[in-house]
């Protein structure tokens, strides 16, 4: 039996390939300004801090619609949405420049507080703020007027990259300027979806509000298209504000280029961290890259391959394989792979005088079974096999002959096999062998 490895060891372990390929790379990170008015939000900058310490290079965006609507309240006023888009009057747009410049100097504040006593005590961020954001104004639409709401006109995104070469951590505001000196409230998920696709970044990640993105089924999906995205904002599924604008957003985003958006329930502990350095994260991923998918084996999947069999070859399981036999059937072999990872395998070989194939090596990674993949890669399979024209399909095993069952496979005698894999039938193995005839 192989050691018992100590869970902290395997996770650190599991979050490398994760440390590394995020680098270098580009985020854009938005929340809302529940988040500045939580008690939770040194945590969150302490992951933001750890995410700079990592080499990711970010871009904050602040929402700030809580502060502005106390504001007015302050004042007296009531908050004025046409379409989910603020109307800002002049009094409105006093109340955002006041929230806004409040809720700046409160994050530029924690970023620079070399966070004493936490995980990251002894980083020092530098905040790079300014008028990144070029704004002009909704104007009338339906007959309202919505005064100074603006929508982004462009990012400069130059200056930002010129901040994050310089290892700023850049912060953006639901602000931007026009031409004309004016300054405009811009809803901070148009802000954050257009810097994301100004800036070409790698990942747009949205900070949500309660559970985050909830389906019909009440579950949390794992991963959506944009289509899929937008079918669930015309379901008429009560999403709420935030989780709708968000996914308008990564929408927005996945559209102007932009591969993956991640919303993620800010409330959870660790959240952030768990949806960057987990294969399978916590959150929504929306994107338009098949991030698990089926296809035929590569030479640069053996590796891979080789870590899935070989526990099961020292259980006795599998028939034992070397690189180099892998090697050579490469091409022999399918796998699923799942952002990146090879999560399933299965080899056909083909005896075509006898329009027959053995199936071989049919495993799916222990983290994920029965959840289908089996079924999906047999399928997949079984299909090749009648495309090749090829009507019969055999498989020895020795634990799994109730699995090949219930899925039409027979036992049958080694008579029933082609004559070539007789000869090497392992008498000492006893596998059962079981066929199945393919329509
Ligand atoms: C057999 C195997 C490929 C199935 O993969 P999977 O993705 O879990 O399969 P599916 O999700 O499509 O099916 C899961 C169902 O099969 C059942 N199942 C799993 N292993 C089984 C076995 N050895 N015998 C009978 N049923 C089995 C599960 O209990 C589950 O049943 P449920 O749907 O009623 O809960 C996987 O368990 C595996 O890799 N096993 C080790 C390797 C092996 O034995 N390969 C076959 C020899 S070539």
Redesign the pocket.
């Known amino acids: 039996m192989s050691p018992k490895v100590d869970p902290f060891v395997q996770h650190f372990r599991a979050s490398a390939p994760y440390i590394n390929a995020h680098r270098g790379r580009t985020f854009v990170v938005m929340f809302g300004g529940e988040a500045i008015a939580s008690k939770d939000l040194r945590t969150l900058l302490y992951d933001v801090a750890l995410l700079d310490s990592l080499g990711v290079r970010l871009v904050l965006v602040a929402g700030a619609r809580p502060q502005i609507d106390e504001a007015l309240a302050r004042r007296g006023e009531e908050p004025r949405y046409e379409g989910g888009l603020r109307v800002t009057d002049d009094v409105a747009l006093q109340c955002v420049k006041e929230a806004v410049g409040a809720n700046r100097v409160e994050l530029e504040a924690l970023l620079s507080m070399g966070l004493p006593n936490s995980p990251m005590a002894g980083a020092r961020l530098r905040v790079a703020t300014g008028n990144f954001v070029i704004a002009q104004p909704v104007g009338v639409v339906d007959g309202v007027d919505y005064e100074h709401t603006g929508k982004p006109r462009r990012i400069d995104a130059e200056a930002i990259r010129q901040r994050l070469d310089d290892g700023a951590v850049v912060v953006l505001t639901p602000i931007g300027y026009s031409a004309t000196g004016e300054a405009f409230n811009i809803s901070s998920y148009d802000v954050a979806a257009a810097t994301a696709v100004a800036l070409g970044a790698d990942k747009l990640i949205g900070l949500l509000e309660g559970r985050g993105v909830v389906d019909e089924a009440g579950e949390v999906p794992s991963q959506l298209t944009p289509n899929d995205a937008e079918a669930l904002l015309r379901s008429g599924s009560a999403l709420g504000h935030d989780v709708e604008r968000h996914l308008a957003a990564a929408i927005q985003a996945c559209e102007g280029g932009v591969p993956r958006t991640h919303l993620v329930a800010r409330q959870s502990d660790g959240s952030l961290l768990r949806e960057l350095f987990t294969r399978d994260g916590v959150g929504t991923m929306v994107t338009s890259e098949t991030f698990e998918g089926v296809r035929a084996a590569e030479q640069g999947d053996v590796g891979g391959i080789l870590a899935?069999?070989e526990p099961?070859e020292v259980q006795g399981?599998?028939v034992r394989r070397s690189r180099e036999m892998l090697e050579n059937d490469i091409d022999r072999f399918t796998v699923i792979e799942r952002d990146g990872m090879v999560v399933?395998c299965?080899a056909l070989y083909d005896y075509p005088d006898e329009a027959t194939a053995e199936?071989?090596?049919?495993?799916?990674?222990?983290d994920?079974?029965?959840?289908?993949?089996?079924?999906?890669?047999?399928l997949y399979l079984e299909r090749q096999c009648v495309a090749q024209g090829l009507r019969k399909l055999f498989?020895?095993?020795?634990?799994?002959?109730?699995?090949?069952?219930?899925?039409g496979f027979d036992s049958c005698d080694p008579g029933d096999v082609p004559e070539a894999r007789r000869a090497h039938y392992d008498q000492g193995r006893r596998s059962k062998i079981l066929l199945k005839t393919l329509r």
């Not at 994920?368 to 047999?378: E, I, V």
């Open positions: 899935l069999i099961l399981t599998l399933a299965g199936l071989a090596c049919l495993v799916v990674h222990p994920y079974r029965t959840t289908g993949r089996g079924d999906q890669l047999l498989v020895l095993t020795t634990q799994t002959s109730h699995w090949f069952r219930e899925r």
